[in-house]
């Protein structure tokens, strides 16, 4: 069985749907832990619910850098993943463990890069971003991740359009659903394939 690593820092709704995805059978895959950058949030519960074993690294926790990457890195290592899966992860990832995992590392990102990616955009700014731009159409995008926020190849993308009378609330729940449908079908696809 293959082993996915999810991250995540918020509610954690695409957590959720690549748990139901492998609670379906949609997904073949364990999951074999959730890493966070803060505590009490949904996300962590979905895990304690599970049974998916909760790390917590805060960068404040550790006076000096080195030893906040290398707990983050040594918790990593002994978990032997083949996917490392960001939803909704708002700190940056060192970048020394973007080289030890290049290629094994994803993201999803609500709009449809190259558009609207980058520092500050994130949650609901990158969808007031969108209308304020007067865009016709978002969507979300998963893609690599590399040493630059939202900048990775991009691996698949799905556009949702934007209608007449949206507010940024009512485009980003309709693009959180597609991401809930594109996501797991992506692990799939990149755990099956190599
Ligand atoms: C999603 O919109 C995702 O695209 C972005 O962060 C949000 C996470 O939401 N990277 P959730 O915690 O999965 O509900």
């Not at 999810?6 to 709704?13: Q, R």
């Not at 708002?90 to 993201?107: A, D, E, F, M, Y």
């Not at 709009?111 to 609207?116: G, M, S, V």
């Not at 556009?159 to 693009?175: G, M």
Request: charged share 25%; with cysteine; net charge negative.
């Amino acid at each position: 069985m293959k082993r996915i690593l999810v991250f995540a820092s918020g509610s954690g709704s695409n957590f959720k749907s690549i748990l139901d995805a492998i609670k379906t059978g949609e997904l073949t895959a364990e999951c074999v832990g959730l890493f966070c950058d803060r505590d009490g949030i949904g996300a962590i519960e979905l895990a304690r619910r599970d049974g998916i074993p909760v790390f917590i690294h805060r960068r404040k926790d550790f006076e000096d850098y080195e030893k906040y990457f290398l707990g983050l890195l040594t918790d990593m290592e002994a978990l032997r993943p083949d996917l490392i899966v960001l939803a909704g992860y708002l700190s940056k990832i060192p970048s020394t463990i973007v080289q030890r995992w290049s290629g094994k590392i994803i993201n999803i990102h609500p709009a449809l890069l190259p558009k609207f990616g980058g520092k500050g955009f994130y949650g609901i700014h990158v969808h007031e971003a969108v209308l304020d731009a007067r865009e016709q159409e978002s969507g979300c995008t998963v893609h690599y991740v590399d040493e630059v926020y939202d900048h990775g190849s991009i691996i698949e993308q799905i556009v949702v359009p934007v209608l007449p009378d949206d507010t940024s609330t009512r485009l980003q729940a309709r693009i959180l659903e597609q991401e809930h449908k594109i996501y797991p079908k992506v692990i799939q696809r990149l755990l099956t394939s190599n």
